[in-house]
């Protein structure tokens, strides 16, 4: 990260990622309007008592304004979200993406990332992405990635990572978007919401970005596409998840019962919603369609729409990565905590997020450790 002595446009990122306008930042600072937008557009520079004003309302270290951080535009930019979602929940998202940026490209000054390891993304328009191909992706990827199609797997997001995918988690929790990826400097990013979701739907969020990753890297902006096509590319995206999860033969073989009480044996297994294994047991034709309505009323009567049996006891799968090679620095004393954190220019909420808790509070067996202590004889 390249430093400058003031960069107006940390300033827009930190107010966004707060939920900000200039107004509410304005009456919480004292600073006027006028002057805050000044400052934003880089018509003039904020100094002194205003500059710490700014800093400690936004709570963002000083040091973090004066770092160039690349500009991240909304092309090729998906978010797995409701159609209510708000361009100011989108906004605080990407902004959360262009910091997991950053820390991925200081931490690779120092440690080499797993190289990214994905079949070749499609590249074709919506309307000729079918599901046979979708299909064909899921099962490539598996098999790309050591995986047979008769297990299900494990842990997702550790091999996503392993693959050179950054998976990283946000500092927002916003109920009507789950997970945004993109594409940056030719190396897949996700970015997960902390909704508190289950573990369940959270590696269905996951596999789905997966999904637009290898099926859409060629579209350029959503915002250009029509509802009819929105529509058309979530649902891709769902069908990738689907498959990738769920292999055919391999999920038909393992259906023992297409009771309720059976869909709640087969969560344990595959470590996907009961809402999906219904929908994926119709899809495949194990269901009818009155059979297929009535467990869907069934899932509404139970009230299991949002929370279904076992999703206390599935774990919610957590990234790693980037907390690993932040270790692998400290441990191998390339640079201490302190050093990394003060170069990462970001606050601890932001950090804790993004790495871990861990690496984000400076503990008291760390503030020891700097201490010089000798034994006198």
């Known amino acids: ?26 009456e919480k600072s004292g600073i006027s309007r006028q002057t805050i937008s ?47 979602s708000t361009k100011k929940a989108r906004d605080k998202q990407k902004i959360r993406l262009i910091y997991s ?25 919506l309307s000729n992405i079918t599901n046979e191909k979708i299909k064909k992706m899921a099962l490539l990827t598996r098999k790309k990635w050591g995986l047979d199609n008769e297990e299900p797997i494990n842990n997702l997001t550790k ?21 945004v990826s993109k594409w940056i400097a030719d190396r897949p990013f996700i970015l997960l919401t902390d909704n508190r979701e289950s573990g369940v739907r959270r590696r269905f ?3 789905h970005e997966l999904g637009h990753i290898l099926l859409h890297s060629n579209i350029e902006s959503i915002y250009e596409l029509s509802n009819t096509d929105m529509n058309r590319l979530e649902d891709q995206a769902n069908t990738f998840a ?19 009480e059976g869909f709640i044996e087969l969560k344990k297994y595959w470590k996907v919603s ?22 869907n009323k069934k899932l509404s009567y139970n009230h299991w729409r949002k929370s279904e049996p076992l999703d206390n006891i599935i774990p919610i799968e957590m990234p790693d990565l980037y907390k690993a090679v932040c270790k692998l620095i400290i441990n191998n004393n390339v ?27 400076l503990d008291q067996e760390d503030k020891l450790k700097t201490l010089k202590l000798h034994i006198i004889k």
């Open 205 to 207: 969020n996951i596999a």
């Open 242 to 260: 689907s498959n990738l999860l769920l292999p055919d033969q391999a999920f038909i073989r393992s259906v023992v019962s297409t009771s309720m």
């Open 38 to 84: 000044s400052y934003e557009s880089g018509k003039s520079v904020p100094r002194g008592k205003n500059l710490l004003k700014l800093s400690q309302i936004l709570n963002f270290p000083i040091t973090y304004f004066n770092t160039k951080m690349s500009p991240l535009s909304s092309e090729g930019t998906f978010f797995r979200s409701r159609a209510s």
């Open 274 to 295: 009961i809402a999906a294994l219904i929908m994926k047991a119709h899809k495949v034709k194990l269901l009818n369609e009155n059979q297929y309505l009535y467990l």
């Open 101 to 125: 940026s950053s820390i991925y490209d200081l931490l690779s000054d120092y440690v080499n990332f797993p190289s990214v390891n994905i079949p070749t993304p499609i590249e074709e328009d």
């Open 335 to 361: 640079m201490s905590k302190q050093g990394l954190k003060a170069k990462m220019k970001l606050p601890n909420d932001e950090l804790s997020a993004l790495i871990s808790p861990e690496f984000a509070n």
């Open 159 to 179: 091999l996503i990572e392993a693959n050179g995918i950054i998976i990283s988690q946000a500092n927002l929790r916003e109920e009507k978007i789950d997970a």
């Open 1 to 26: 990260m390249e430093e400058t002595l003031f960069n107006p446009q940390n300033l827009t990122y930190a107010r966004i990622a707060r939920g900000f306008t200039m107004k509410f930042l304005s």
